[in-house]
């Protein structure tokens, strides 16, 4: 039988190449990693063919749409050469077939294909470096693993692809892809390489196109610790709240030590992130200047009209329910506009750090008497240097408090087992929730903090700051429930007034 030719070799030809780019306007809307399903494909391009082995290769894709925006993805691809590889793996993986060519090749995802995954692996551990520019880094933690490692797909709900080694390492292949050093890696690499922070999964080492440092690098793939966990933190309290409300009675013990336990560690990633100096310019502290009070001031204001805006506009497609609150929350506009102006005029000194960026209940990991703090991406809808900008380390904090908001209220909202009589009667005993457990978190958070320069030296300007943060997250919520869950829009609207009272 002839030895088929290596993939590489047939993305040199045009037409193949065609062929291929003109089957995903019709693939990539179906694959849950592709963001932009509401925006029209016009055409995508084959920017970079990147092997892996002869069958495999890494794919940079690039998706024109038809209102003229750009993104980039990446495509782990393999062809299959024989029938029965081609059979079982359509028959296994029917949604996962970008291309057949008749009496040719299909062109599949790599992921499912183990051969795929132990060359990743192996690229990784021995810090490859290939003639087309992929170039790997080891951690500590991998260059003392196994030379070889099984590997699986788990069955979770990511954004991007995961494939766990050996039951040991959890490898995040990134999907949409931003030219620039992606904070996920650059952070997790510092804090667990140089800062020695234990609440992190550990850094196992990462894949990428060019240089970490070059202003185009392009992160593809990273390695880290698996951490055995029992779920996310929004499970976990969603689980308290539901006992909290089933059993009545005061907030537990368990819920009070875990919001505890939750703001020492956000205290210490916190403390270990302000010590970057040693790790260069883009991890050391800097004074917050009045330009930037400013800056920050302006963006909230700026994002306060917009949705409020958006809002109005939307009203007449509201529940009842959700009408009225949405009109309570339109007649306060001018009220928290002073209230976020108020940053403005008010002096405050403390140092701007990088922070973890998209902090809340689902970025936690649990364990059975601890948390693990994941996915240091950053806001996904900034670009990378926005996400890579040093910022107050209370917006982290206002990301928790408003999570917790949310666990209070969405227990209630979501869950059907409660009439709507049982929720009004539990409604006041959701605020005293989401009081005392934010207040828990809280208080932990700042004693562990101590006279931490991140922080406003006083308490007036610390809530001053927190509030703004709160108010600012809670307004963006409402736009993201708006667009993705509106079902859930009651909960930030609850939360804007909470903060306007
Ligand atoms: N180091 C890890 N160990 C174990 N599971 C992990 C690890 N990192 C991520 N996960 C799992 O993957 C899920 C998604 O992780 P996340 O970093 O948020 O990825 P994404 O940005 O792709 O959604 C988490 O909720 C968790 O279940
Ligand atoms: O995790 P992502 O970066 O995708 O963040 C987006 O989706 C979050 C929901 O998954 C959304 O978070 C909001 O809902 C959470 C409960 O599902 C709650 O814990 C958060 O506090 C609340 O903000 C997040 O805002 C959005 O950016």
Redesign the pocket.
Request: overall charge negative; aromatic content about 8%; hydrophobic content about 25%.
């Given at each position: 039988m002839q030895t088929p030719a290596p993939l590489t070799e047939r993305f040199t030809s045009p037409s193949f190449k065609s062929s291929f780019a003109n089957a995903l306007p019709g693939y990539l809307p179906t694959q849950r990693w592709f963001t932009s399903k509401g925006k029209k494909i016009d055409e995508c391009h084959v920017e970079r063919v990147l092997r892996v082995t002869d069958a495999a290769a890494l794919l940079v894709v690039r998706v024109d749409f038809a209102d003229g925006s750009t993104e980039m993805y990446q495509m782990p691809v393999a062809q299959l050469t024989t029938t029965h590889d081609q059979m079982q793996y359509t028959k296994a993986h029917p949604g996962l077939v970008m291309l057949q060519v008749p009496g040719g090749p299909f062109l599949v995802d790599a992921v499912p294909t183990a051969a795929f995954r132990a060359a990743i692996y192996e690229m990784i551990r021995s810090e490859a470096v290939t003639n087309q520019g992929l170039r790997c880094d080891a951690g500590k933690l991998l260059r003392t693993a196994p030379a070889t490692a099984p590997s699986v797909v788990?069955a979770?709900?990511?954004?991007?692809?995961?494939i766990?080694y050996n039951d040991q390492f959890?490898f995040?292949l990134f999907r949409k892809l931003d030219k620039g050093l992606n904070p996920?890696l650059e952070l997790v690499r510092y804090l667990s390489e140089r800062a020695d922070f234990q609440h992190c999964?550990p850094y196992g080492g990462s894949i990428g196109i060019g240089q970490m440092h070059d202003a185009d690098y392009l992160n593809l793939g990273m390695m880290?610790?698996?951490?055995?966990?029992d779920?996310?933190a929004w499970e976990y309290f969603q689980g308290l709240t539901e006992r909290y409300y089933t059993h009545g009675g005061t907030v537990d013990r368990e819920t009070l030590d875990r919001a505890e336990l939750l703001g020492k560690r956000t205290a210490e990633m916190h403390l270990k992130l302000a010590r970057g100096a040693d790790a260069g310019a883009m991890l050391t502290p800097e004074a917050m200047s009045p330009d930037y009070r400013t800056e920050i001031t302006a963006a909230a204001r700026k994002l306060l009209n917009r949705q409020m805006g958006e809002l109005a506009d939307k009203l007449p497609g509201l529940t009842p329910e959700q009408r009225s609150l949405a009109k309570k929350v339109l007649g306060l506009k001018d009220q928290l506009d002073d209230k976020l102006q108020r940053l403005a005029t008010k002096p405050m000194d403390l140092d701007l750090i990088r922070i973890h960026g998209d902090y809340h209940l689902?970025?936690v990991?649990v364990t059975a008497h601890d948390f693990?703090i994941?996915?240091f991406?950053g806001e996904p809808l900034l670009s990378i240097p926005e996400r890579r900008r040093k910022r107050p380390a209370l917006k982290d904090v206002a990301g928790m408090v408003r999570s917790f908001h949310y666990a209070a209220r969405g227990q209630l909202l979501l869950n059907p087992k409660y009439s709507d009589d049982q929720k009004a009667a539990h409604a006041a005993r959701g605020e005293r929730w989401f009081k005392e457990v934010s207040e828990a978190y809280l208080a932990a958070y700042f004693a562990e903090c101590g006279l931490a320069s991140f922080l406003p030296k006083n308490e007036e300007d610390r809530s001053l700051l927190l509030d703004l943060f709160i108010l600012e997250k809670a307004i963006y919520e409402v736009a993201y429930e708006l667009n993705s869950r509106p079902e859930w829009l009651s909960i930030p609207l609850s939360g804007v007034l909470g903060v306007a009272e």
């Open positions: 788990p979770i709900d990511t954004s991007n692809t995961a766990v959890f995040k996920d999964p880290s610790g698996k951490v055995d966990n779920g996310d689902g970025q990991l693990y994941i996915d991406e």
